[in-house]
């Protein structure tokens, strides 16, 4: 008796030998690459979903492209510190982290300065 066999990439049965694993090459294939990709694509999706949520909530929180807020009220909201577009330096030494058009510079340990790409080049 032999037990019956699904390829690992679409789940149809396997007619022929019993040792295959797929049902032919294009499976295979597909199979392989879909293994190899998935885990950088998963964090590549992530970081941009970070990316996204942290620019959402500076752009609800900062509705005049300028304007002074506690830190907790970024926190609160879920953003997260670590994930950032890109970093200004303007000549007097502050660092302005961004996520896409919206930045923000901190204060101090509970205030932040937040600014819009626009407001940060208009200066
Ligand atoms: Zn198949």
Do not use: W
């Amino acid at each position: 008796m032999r037990a019956e066999k699904f390829c690992l990439n679409c789940r149809e049965l396997i007619k022929g030998r019993s040792d295959k694993k797929f049902c032919g090459d294009h499976c295979r294939s597909n199979y392989n690459y879909n293994q190899t990709g998935a885990d950088d694509l998963n964090f590549v999706r992530n970081v941009n979903r970070t990316l996204r949520r942290n620019r959402n909530i500076l752009k609800a929180l900062n509705k005049k492209g300028r304007t002074k807020v506690p830190k907790k009220s970024l926190s609160d909201r879920g953003f997260n510190f670590c994930y950032h577009t890109n970093i200004l330096e303007t000549a007097q030494r502050n660092r302005y982290y961004f996520c896409y058009e919206m930045g923000y510079l901190t204060l101090d340990d509970h205030e932040v300065l937040l600014i819009s790409r626009e407001l940060m080049s208009a200066k």
